[in-house]
């Protein structure tokens, strides 16, 4: 899905204020060098110290004609053009810490994508993300996305040549769409266009027939602090056993966490 200038406007905007207790955290844990994946113009300040490097799925000069709103020296140059779900250019085994602020939301298979942030961490490497919770956010309304619900989707992404699987999916995604123009995208919408008309039942019906529902730059999940601690809980004990909680923790509007990579 195309984001709409409006939508894109409350992402940008969303992201523009980096709260104060995801900075001083940062301060604290982050060492050495490391990725930080989509910060396009608001970066995650770091000690002087600290190197980082930037993923994205555009070139800096791509995100500059992309959004011209924003002010170009503002937008970070892009080290790394990559998938930031999948960091296929990322070597294992090379970076200090991964950083990833509210991109977790954005991905149907939460879980894979948590795996594949932890392959490029050295031992003792960090995995720094976090999430907005979804009653402080325009996601307020939707049902929370249950562990069982994340596990099957991480279960049924891993059998590609299952058919029946991959239908599931799409209609898993297609749920995840409807469920996001009836309430998030509606929210968004109301609250910053006077204008805005609430699609019809048929409309939604026809958007969604006609979206990539894979690729579209919604939230497919939501959270709560004690449904991502259950999420990293799991992941943790089941399916990265080599990582570990360090610390998760509940800001006003979100929830920051930091896993790291064990030694051994």
């Given amino acids: 899905m195309t984001t709409t200038p409006l ?42 110290a600290v190197r980082v490097q930037y993923v994205d799925i555009a070139s800096r000069e791509e995100n500059i004609q992309k959004f011209p709103e924003l002010d170009p020296s503002d937008i ?12 296929s250019e990322i070597p294992e085994n090379t970076q200090d810490f991964l950083i990833a602020n509210h991109v977790l939301e954005h991905s149907p298979n ?15 490497g960090l995995l720094f993300v976090t999430i907005p919770i979804a009653e402080k956010c325009f996601d307020k309304g939707r049902p929370e996305t249950t562990l069982d619900h ?13 058919h029946l699987a991959q239908q599931r999916i799409k209609e898993k995604n297609r749920d995840h769409l409807r469920e996001w123009i009836t309430l998030s995208e509606r929210r968004i919408f109301s609250k910053r266009d006077s ?6 039942v048929e409309e939604i019906e026809k958007r969604i027939e006609h979206t990539d529902t894979q690729n579209s730059e919604i939230h497919f999940h939501t959270f709560s602090m004690d449904s991502y601690s259950r999420l990293l809980d799991y992941f943790t004990k089941t399916v990265e056993t080599g990582m570990e909680i360090e610390k998760v923790c509940k800001s006003r509007k979100e929830i920051v966490s930091i896993l790291v990579k064990s030694s051994t």
């Fill in 195 to 200: 204008t805005y008309i609430k699609p019809s």
């Fill in 76 to 87: 970070v140059e892009v080290d790394y053009i990559d998938d930031g779900f999948i960091l």
């Fill in 150 to 162: 994340l596990i099957d989707d991480y279960n049924l992404y891993n059998r590609p040549t299952d």
């Fill in 110 to 124: 939460p879980i894979q994508v948590l795996k594949n942030w932890c392959r490029p961490l050295k031992p003792n």
């Fill in 7 to 48: 939508l894109g406007r409350y992402f940008r905007k969303l992201k523009a204020a980096i709260p104060r207790r995801r900075e001083l955290l940062a301060r604290r844990y982050l060492r050495g060098c490391g990725l930080e994946i989509g910060a396009l113009h608001r970066p995650l300040p770091l000690p002087s």
